[in-house]
Nanobody, 123 residues
Framework: QVQAVESGGGLVQAGDSLRLSCAASGFTFSSYTVGWFRQAPGKEREFVACISWSGGATYYVDSVKGRFTISRDNAKKMVFLQMNSLKSEDTAVYYC????????????????WGQGTQVAVSS
């Protein structure tokens, strides 16, 4: 079964940190660009960050630069999103997915979406 499973969300206060994890199975994980996306209530899903198959290149949406860090462990088929200095506007369901395209791959190229993990930041 091809799937990605997100975990690590929770309810925190503004300024706190969380580390999200994405576990992949059923596909050649190490060949994929992996991205994190989020969807807040009433809003469209938006790109947050992605990381190349080797981990050598990372991309972030401007609103999280300097606060979030994406990383991966191909041996464990895991991708992580370290989120520091969280703000109320970071509240959303966070999803991970994989793309066979390199670089800042378009959102439409991502597949194998997980069920998401809820992040709620209180101000």
């Amino acid at each position: 079964q091809v799937q990605a499973v997100e975990s690590g969300g929770g309810l925190v206060q503004a300024g706190d940190s969380l580390r999200l994890s994405c576990a992949a199975s059923g596909f050649t994980f190490s060949s994929y660009t992996v991205g994190w996306f989020r969807q807040a209530p009433g809003k469209e899903r938006e790109f947050v960050a992605c990381i190349s198959w080797s981990g050598g290149a990372t991309y972030y949406v401007d609103s999280v630069k300097g606060r979030f860090t994406i990383s991966r462990d191909n041996a464990k088929k895991m991708v992580f999103l370290q989120m520091n200095s969280l703000k109320s506007e970071d509240t959303a369901v966070y999803y991970c997915a994989g793309s066979l395209l390199p670089g800042r791959a378009p959102t439409t190229s991502f597949n194998y979406w997980g069920q998401g993990t809820q992040v709620a930041v209180s101000s």
